[in-house]
Each structure stands twice: as structure tokens, then as C-alpha cells.
């Protein structure tokens, strides 16, 4: 579903990403760790299409977006859930129409229908009845809900979580990660998880790769993170736990 190959990335020539090669199959939930500056954030904009590499291919869906202009963006985007680390809620839109944004921007769905989704979707993070409310009147761990009912709203293939956990408490935290699990299994979606909280990772992760200075420096099953003998990983997982 998604593929880097030998994937470079600088910003006005300082390296941030360097031979990144990953591969995440339909379905997966591939977890994200590392230390803040390492890259994680620009991976994930890489790979919606906000970025482009500097050098490198990366293919989502059978497709290379590299060369792709912002139509065809925008096309792919479609199939695309993002969760930002801080919601990026409109804040002058309610919550009904936060999440009903993606489907009046991608498709020419009826009014009746929008509401129906959008009513779907609030129900799926267990925000009924929420419509009319504005994102400043709602929690942390509620903003990340809505946040996670628009970027699924258009019934995407794939969603990219950017610390969705980040700032809230480990109680909330727990609630956003069954949401993102049964958000895998109730409509099949390919995942990336960039997280700091070692126990969302072991929780979610099929896979995991831990990014250190823009290296991928280990991967594999969350055994094999565990056991691993890179005296980085065992810190990062020891400190963060
Ligand atoms: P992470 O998400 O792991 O904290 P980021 O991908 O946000 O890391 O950032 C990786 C590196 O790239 C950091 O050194 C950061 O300062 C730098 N960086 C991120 N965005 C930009 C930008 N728009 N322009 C220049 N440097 C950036
Ligand atoms: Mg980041």
C-alpha cells in the first residue's frame, strides 16, 4: 500500500531523512518511534504529498507520487486520513462541519448523505450528538476524537497519526488508541503511528521502525524492537515507557 525507496529528504540542504526504504502492506499498522527532530513528521508529510523528497521514490496505492502535480495530489489525498498532533480543528467550523469538510472538498456527496456520514462517524468515536458544538468548547482527548472522525470521514485507505496521543492523559490516551485499532479493523485501513508512548506502540504496532537523526536504525515486529540489541532502541524504549 505504501512504499519508500532510498528515500532523501533536506530542507534548504540540511539532511532530515536519509535512504529511507520501508514498505507497509494493506491493513498493517506500522508504528513510528524515535526521538523529536528525527524525522517522524516529515516522513508522514512525505507521504501525503505535502513534501516532496529530494531524491527517492515513494509509492502509495500502485502509484509514485513524486511526480505527481497537485491535481493528482489531491486525487490521491482522497484515499488519505491525516491526524495531526495538535487536531488542527477549524476553529470557526462545528464540529459536524470539521468533519464533514473532506467530503465537501473531495466529493459532490448530497447534504442528506454528508449528515449521515457525519452522524456515522461521531457515533464510531463516541461523539453523538456533538454536531453543533465549536472545537473550543472541547477537551484535548475530544478534539483528537473529531480529529480522528474527519480524517475518516471520506473512507480512507490509509491514515497517517501524528502523536495523536501526545499531551493527553493516559486514560484518554488508551481511548484514542482503541480508536485507532477498531478504526483498523471496523474499515480495513493501512496505518502509520508516530508515537512517543511506548505503550501505544507495543498496543498497536504489526511492525515498528524507530527513526534516530533521520535513519531508519531498527525494524521489525514488536518483539523484535524489544530485543533488540541497539543500545539507542533499548533507551528510547526503556526512557519512554
Ligand atoms: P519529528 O517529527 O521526529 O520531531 P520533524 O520531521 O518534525 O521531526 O523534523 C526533523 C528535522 O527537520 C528537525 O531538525 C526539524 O528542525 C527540521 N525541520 C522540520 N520542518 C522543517 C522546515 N519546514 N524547514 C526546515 N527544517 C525543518
Ligand atoms: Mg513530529
Sequence with gaps: MIKLVNVNMSYRGKRVLEDINLEVAKGEILVVIGPSGSGKSTLLR????????????????????????ENELNQ???????????????????????????????????????????RSRLRMVGLSGHETDMPN?????????????????????????????????PIISTTIDRLIASTRRRLGVTSIVVTHHMSSAFNLADRMIMINDGRIIEQGGI???????????QKFIQGWT
Design 46 to 69: 512525505l507521504i501525503i504529498g505535502l513534501l516532496k523528497p529530494t531524491s527517492g521514490e515513494i509509492w502509495v496505492n500502485g502509484q509514485e507520487i513524486s511526480p505527481m502535480n
Design 76 to 118: 490521491m489525498r482522497r484515499h488519505m486520513g491525516m491526524v495531526f498532533q495538535y487536531s488542527a480543528l477549524f476553529d470557526s467550523m462545528s464540529v459536524g462541519e470539521n468533519v464533514a469538510f473532506g467530503l465537501r472538498q473531495h466529493t459532490d456527496m448530497p447534504e442528506e448523505d454528508i449528515q449521515k456520514v457525519v
Design 137 to 169: 468548547e472541547l477537551s484535548g482527548g475530544m478534539k483528537k476524537r473529531v480529529s480522528l472522525a474527519r480524517a475518516i470521514a471520506i473512507n480512507p485507505e490509509i491514515v497517517l497519526y501524528d502523536e495523536p496521543t501526545a499531551g493527553l492523559d
Design 223 to 233: 518483539d523484535d524492537i524489544r530485543r533488540s540489541e541497539n543500545r539507542l532502541v
